[in-house]
């Protein structure tokens, strides 16, 4: 019996010790976060101390970027060059970023980098998996997903507070203020338990934006967020779950809280539990814009809608039942309008 404690303990011991050894230590080991990125072995963990690094990371491998001491005590700043994190992978890799204040990055349309105008704070492309938690990300200037860029990626965004990341003037019409999710990857992602608030932008979605991809959005307080469509969430020809967030205070032309458009009979999603203050629109949908192709491609249901404003909380551009589970109050107007008409609670 005591042999096989022994062993066990060897095993444990040798699992414990390979893993410390895949660690590499900034600034102990190397004086610089891309250094240590560049000289470690793909799927290690780079461990960073606290303190402030003026540094542009590019990663190309399968890696862990965690701080030692967290997000309060460890910063990456870009200096306005570039994008403070750019991860490009081959469609196997394996991201994940963790533990940092992120700021003053930089990627605009005339950046000379690749993706140009994708993510001022991190943009990640092309990755298996990319799991972004528990980092500030504020005031980095972009063009699309101003705060956070995934392209082609399945991510999870988790516990992150994500604001104040200004959309540059030469952007025009760009989308997605906080985050942004392109294109999805082979699992639905994930955008969960975040803070997303603060941002300004001139297209669609300025605290999230969702084109083409299976996104599930849950649990995140969003507000203060302004945008052409979409103050809050725009969800566009996407599948997904909605649920269990907060939106308060965002503005829009159309769909101050959330712009919704899975018109595409293969897209399906499901708007649940949600609560919407005091979000506004100047055109339509104070609260939620809809164009859908069909009733059951939108499962809207247990929401809870309030505001005070002349401008309907629900706008159906198409026709559209809204669900009586749905508690929609406006003390100074409509709650649907359009071709929004009311249906049975289930």
Same mark, same amino acid.
């Given at each position: ?12 011991? *040798?699992?414990?010790? *390979? ?24 799927? *290690? ?39 403070? @994190?750019?991860?490009?992978? /081959? ?9 940092? /204040? ?26 298996? $998996? ?6 500030? +990300? ?9 705060? +956070?860029?995934?392209? &082609? ?10 604001? &104040?990341?200004?959309? &540059? ?22 955008? *969960? ?40 969430? $725009? ?18 032309? @159309? ?30 949908g104070s609260s939620i814009d809809l164009v859908v192709a069909a009733d059951d491609v939108l499962r809207m249901r247990g929401n809870a809608i309030s505001g005070d404003t002349e401008i309907e909380l629900i706008r159906c551009e198409t026709v559209f039942t809204v669900s009586r589970s749905n508690i929609l109050s ?7 309008? &359009? ?8």
């Amino acid at each position: 019996m005591l042999g096989v404690r022994s062993f066990l303990a060897a095993a444990v011991f *040798a699992s414990t010790t *390979a893993s410390w050894a895949a660690d590499v230590r900034v600034p102990q080991d190397y004086s610089t976060i891309q250094g240590a990125i560049d000289a470690a072995p793909a799927g *290690a963990r780079i461990v960073v101390a606290r303190g402030t690094y003026y540094e542009n990371l590019v990663i190309r491998k399968s890696i862990t970027l965690m701080s030692r001491s967290g997000a309060q005590a460890t910063t990456l700043d870009g200096g306005r060059i570039g994008p403070v @994190i750019f991860a490009r992978g /081959t469609g196997s890799e394996s991201v994940e970023i963790s533990g940092f /204040t992120i700021v003053s990055g930089l990627n605009l349309f005339t950046t000379n980098v690749p993706s140009a105008g994708s993510g001022g704070g991190i943009h990640v492309e092309a990755l298996a $998996a990319a799991t972004i938690s528990d980092n500030i +990300i504020r005031d980095n200037v972009g063009c699309f997903g101003v705060g +956070i860029s995934a392209l &082609d990626s399945t991510v999870r965004v988790e516990r992150n507070e994500i604001r &104040d990341n200004p959309q &540059d003037s030469s952007c025009n019409s760009a989308d997605g203020g906080g985050i942004m999710v392109r294109g999805g990857g082979s699992e639905p992602s994930l955008i *969960a338990a975040n803070l997303i608030a603060g941002h300004v932008i001139r297209g669609y979605g300025a605290g999230i934006k969702i084109q083409r991809a299976n996104t599930v959005i849950r649990d995140n307080v969003i507000r203060d967020n302004v945008a052409n469509a979409g103050g809050g969430i $725009a969800f566009d020809v996407s599948s997904g779950v909605v649920s269990d967030n907060l939106l308060i205070g965002n503005s829009a032309e @159309i769909g101050g809280g959330m712009w919704l458009t899975p018109t595409d009979n293969g897209n399906h999603l499901a708007v649940t539990s949600n609560t919407l203050l005091d979000n506004r629109a100047t055109l339509g949908g104070s609260s939620i814009d809809l164009v859908v192709a069909a009733d059951d491609v939108l499962r809207m249901r247990g929401n809870a809608i309030s505001g005070d404003t002349e401008i309907e909380l629900i706008r159906c551009e198409t026709v559209f039942t809204v669900s009586r589970s749905n508690i929609l109050s406006n003390s100074s107007g409509p709650t649907i309008g &359009d071709t929004c008409s009311f249906g049975l609670i289930f």
